[in-house]
């Protein structure tokens, strides 16, 4: 018979597999999904489709516990359902419940997706690969932040005109958001309402930290000699 703590750490290796494939959507969604939500129904509709996509994946993709899973199968749920709803029967829609919704689904896939990193266990290259992951969900939580902020009080996140002409509205945010979270900030969009300046200045310290400090310390982590843990005979 295989030992039970082989069947624990068989399941730990696939969770890290997941990182990978999460990162691979996150990649998929940041660099060429949103920038088509500009080109008419069809890139919209593409849009929504690829969203829905990562919340399932993340849903997958972050589950640690039978309670943990139920819980962020509820929350992707409602905040899917709200989204497709608002987005193709406007009557019904709840932008600002559905940015909250979208909003904290990221950032409950940021957390576990951290946990599951830092969890137990040899450091290999799905972890780190998990770790950029969660970076690139944190630009993304912060872009339904500024949408958030934008829809309660208008005007908060002020683009130029050329700006307007060129970008959809949640295009512009993800934009706004890893512009400033890699602090490169072009200054095409800017933080108008003090609100948005915070989250701007907490997002743009996030993105210095975050690579000096978990990524780089990760990657010592991942370099140093592993231990492989013992098996019970």
Known sequence: MTPQPDGIFARI???????TFFLAILILIIFVVFPLAGLGWLG???VDLVISILLLSGAVATKRSRTLTILVVLLTSAGLAVHWTGAYVPK?????????LLLCCLLAFASITLVQVFSPGVINLH????????????????SYAYLLADLLVPGSIHPTVNAQE?????ARYVYFSF??????????????????????????L???????????GLLAMALQPQKLPETKS
């Open 13 to 19: 290796r696939l969770l890290d597999q997941s990182l």
């Open 92 to 100: 019904f829609g709840h932008p600002v419940l559905e940015s909250v």
């Open 166 to 170: 060129v970008m959809s509205p949640m």
């Open 44 to 46: 919209k509709f593409i």
């Open 206 to 216: 996030i993105g210095q930290l975050y690579p000096a400090v978990l990524i780089a």
């Open 127 to 142: 972890r780190v690969l998990g770790a950029i992951a969660a970076y690139l969900l944190i630009g993304l939580v912060w």
């Open 179 to 204: 512009t400033t979270l890699t602090t490169l900030g072009y200054g095409d969009i800017i933080p108008v309402h003090p609100l948005a300046r915070t989250l701007a200045i907490c997002e743009a």
